[in-house]
């Protein structure tokens, strides 16, 4: 137990609750923390901080509370320009607000309390209206909510995303449910249901860098060795015609890529190399993919009609002498890495990108 705020009587001693209560349990340590004595306006009062409020005796022994920030808060919101949902930013001024309200009991102090929160909050980057309006519905409310009725609330949990907009999403679930009036053992189930958008935080660097995993078994040791490997398949056009089978491999900027895992045909999550067997390996590609067999088979189609988004793909059609016969293979296939998390295949290649290792998608 930690943190406990108890009013105790004045004919209780105090040290001597205090050495009752360590008797208790040797393993169990009490400790406790005096009031601070100042003077404000020239009056006496003790003050003692307890959570994130300051409990204050007047010098006419009455009780007040007041905000309580460490030293070490450095007031440092959510920026208004980061990339949150727009509701999330615009609510902070609400809520930080709203704490001060129902901790201060001066309404002095409340003022003086808000104004410091607005010049917290400028410098954040939060426009003054949004503030205002934030400061304006805190006041409304008051100090506690108003007891609402129960609601029947479905609601919608999907990852935000910064570029993506998911309310005709929503406006569409609404649709399918007002359609639902049309039936009688539907319309009493969803009757009076109202859908709520709820956007989970996108994982961040750090989550992924940090996140914890208990194994309920020992981890099994595989025995297979690193390198791009065929397989054993005889109708696998990918192994005969385009799989590199080889340990390590030059990229365009000349480094030694050493494969550090075990490649095929089949494998997943993997940041592929692409060399163009039309120009002897002169141009070059980086990509990602979530299933090998299926990419390779759509750079195949690509080059062969030249009608294909990538400019890998084009490069080779018109390598080809803009020609749709059949001139394979059209390039050399290398895997580069395989990753655990599709989630990260983005971020490495990108990073592959910077490096140089490809001559499309060099940035030097």
């Known amino acids: 137990m930690d943190n406990v705020f108890i009013p105790l009587n004045t004919s209780i001693h105090f040290n001597t609750l205090m050495n009752y209560l360590n008797s208790l ?4 340590k009490y400790t406790s923390e005096a009031a601070k004595i100042r003077f404000e306006n020239g009056k006496k009062e003790q003050y003692l901080n307890f959570l994130d409020i300051e409990v204050i005796l007047n010098d006419k022994n009455l009780i007040e509370t007041d905000i309580f920030y460490k030293d070490t808060n450095s007031h440092d919101y959510l920026n208004y320009k980061s990339q949150h949902p727009n509701h999330t930013k615009d609510n902070v001024p609400y809520n930080l607000a709203k704490r001060i309200i129902v901790f201060v009991s001066d309404s002095f102090k409340m003022v003086k309390r808000l104004e410091q929160l607005k010049c917290f909050l400028l410098k954040c980057g939060y426009p003054i209206n949004i503030i205002e309006k934030g400061f304006h519905n805190a006041k409304l409310q008051g100090p506690a909510p108003q ?35 049309y039936d009688n053992e539907l319309k009493e189930i969803f009757e009076n249901t109202q859908i709520v958008l709820a956007e989970k935080q996108p994982p961040n660097l750090l989550s992924q860098l940090s996140s914890a995993k208990f194994l309920s078994h020992p981890l099994t040791t595989t025995s297979l060795p690193n390198g791009i490997f065929r397989c054993k398949r005889k109708n696998c056009k990918i192994c005969q015609l385009y799989l590199q089978q080889v340990e390590n491999f030059i990229v365009s900027n000349g480094e030694n890529w050493k494969v550090k895992c075990n490649i095929t045909c089949n494998s997943k999550n993997v940041i592929y190399y692409l060399k163009c067997n039309k120009c002897n390996g002169a141009t070059t590609y980086i990509g990602k993919t979530n299933d090998l067999r299926l990419r390779t088979n759509n750079h195949i189609s690509s080059c062969r009609s030249g009608h294909g988004p990538n400019k890998f793909d084009r ?28 989630k990260l295949l983005l971020t490495y290649e990108s990073h592959f990108h910077n490096l140089g290792f490809d001559t499309i998608n060099r940035k030097f």
């Open 25 to 28: 349990n040797s393993h169990i």
């Open 147 to 181: 007891p609402t009725k129960t609601e029947n609330i479905i609601p919608l949990v999907t990852t935000h995303y910064a570029n993506i907009n998911f309310q005709p999403i929503v406006k569409k679930v609404k649709a399918i449910l007002k359609e639902t009036a």
């Open 315 to 342: 490069h080779v059609f018109s390598c080809n002498g803009f020609t749709t016969n059949d001139c394979e293979p059209f390039f050399q296939l290398f895997v580069l890495i395989k990753l655990k998390d599709e």
